[in-house]
Each structure stands twice: as structure tokens, then as C-alpha cells.
T-cell receptor
């Protein structure tokens, strides 16, 4: 069965420093990968996705992620963190072997950016 | 453009009462539809997903059921709520190869 692991419950970073939020996945076929952000008591907002093509994908608000097939990872990165980036971040995956129909999320990583 | 509506935003229900949460999508046809539950502001648990009318896949055996009576309508139900059903319920839609778009969620408190 497809799954996503986000090994860090929380990531702390100072404003202006680079940030990384980790994600690894497990699928039977090829993956489609996504990152979302959630602010308190709100639905999820889409940040970026990897479907095919260039392994480095760029998304909203200066975020980017790199697809690494050999390490089955899709880490989220940003060169310079902002206090306003503080939120809950989710990685998600679709599996080719389920027809890409099912969308499974990780447990989330809370990002705290300090001034 | 596509929009997703989910209601109500908040709900307080007594234990043993029924539940019906509704989600509708506009501006697209034959979407994939999803129900998730989020407990205590953390991980999203996939409850049900649907690829078409009356085609529902259940991911977790529990006190809930889902129905899709129309192409763009997805309903989450329970005959008798338990305290453990409390949480933040999120509806989402997507096409098979796109990102999912989420509703604003329903905060359910069972008392």
C-alpha cells in the first residue's frame, strides 16, 4: 500500500535561514508527489507537485522540492525562511498502481520560523 | 473556475445522534472526491474516496459511511456518533493527475 513518512514532528528555523522539511514515500509503481500547507482551522493549500520531468520543482511562495527516486524522497525546501511560513506542512502521494486515484498524506510537520 | 463547498463549518452533536456532512463541487465533471479526518491538528486520515457516482472506497472500518448520489456531491454520514468521531473533516476533489483542492473543513465536536 502507498504511504508517506514525515519523520519530523516539528522543524525550527530562524528567519532568513534555509529550511528543509523531509518526506519519504513508498509506492508500488511510479509516484505523483505533492506538498500542501495548512494554517490553523483551515483547509489545505497546494504548494507544488511532481508528476514527471525535471526532478526539481518550484512552487508557490518560493518553495521548491526535489524528487529523488533512488532515495524515495521529496523534501521541501526554501532558501530563506519567513516568519509567515510558520504552519503545518503535508506531503502526499498517488501511486500509479492504484490508477493514481487514491491520495495519501503524511502525518504533517510543523514549521516554526522564529524572528 | 472550480469551487468546492463544504458545510457546516462547525457542528456540535450529542453522542448517539446521526451525522450528515455535505460537500459539493462546481465547475468540473467526474471529479475524484475524498473525505479526510484530521485529529488534533495533525495527520490527515483518508476515510473514503470516490471515482464516480456510487463508487465509494472505504479506507478505514469505522462508524462512518459515504455516499455519492450525484457526480459532484459527496456526503459523509453516521447513524450514531461516538465521542471518537470528533475531529476536523475535510472534503477534497481532484482529477486523476492533478493536485487535490480542499474545502474549508467542518469542525465536529461530539459531546
Amino acid at each position: 500500500a502507498q504511504s508517506v513518512a514525515q519523520p519530523e514532528d516539528q522543524v525550527n528555523v530562524a528567519e532568513g535561514n534555509p529550511l528543509t522539511v523531509k518526506c519519504t514515500y513508498s509506492v508500488s509503481g511510479n509516484p505523483y508527489l505533492f506538498w500542501y500547507v495548512q494554517y490553523p482551522n483551515r483547509g489545505l493549500q497546494f504548494l507544488l507537485k511532481y508528476i514527471t520531468g525535471d526532478n526539481l520543482v518550484k512552487g508557490s511562495y518560493g518553495f521548491e522540492a526535489e524528487f529523488n527516486k533512488s532515495q524515495t524522497s521529496f523534501h521541501l525546501k526554501k532558501p530563506s525562511a519567513l516568519v509567515s511560513d510558520s504552519a503545518l506542512y503535508f506531503c502526499a502521494v498517488r501511486d500509479e498502481n492504484t490508477g493514481f486515484q487514491k491520495l495519501v498524506f503524511g502525518t504533517g510537520t510543523r514549521l516554526l520560523v522564529s524572528p | 473556475s472550480q469551487t468546492i463547498h463544504q458545510w457546516p463549518a462547525t457542528l456540535v452533536q450529542p453522542v448517539g445522534s446521526p451525522l450528515s456532512l455535505e460537500c459539493t463541487v462546481e465547475g468540473t465533471s467526474n471529479p475524484n472526491l475524498y473525505w479526510y479526518r484530521q485529529a488534533a491538528g495533525r495527520g490527515l486520515q483518508l476515510l473514503f474516496y470516490s471515482i464516480g457516482i456510487d463508487q465509494i472506497s472505504s479506507e478505514v472500518p469505522q462508524n462512518l459511511s459515504a455516499s455519492r448520489p450525484q457526480d459532484r456531491q459527496f456526503i459523509l454520514s453516521s447513524k450514531k456518533l461516538l465521542l471518537s468521531d470528533s475531529g476536523f473533516y475535510l472534503c477534497a476533489w481532484s482529477n486523476w493527475n492533478t493536485e487535490a483542492f480542499f474545502g474549508q473543513g467542518t469542525r465536529l465536536t461530539v459531546v
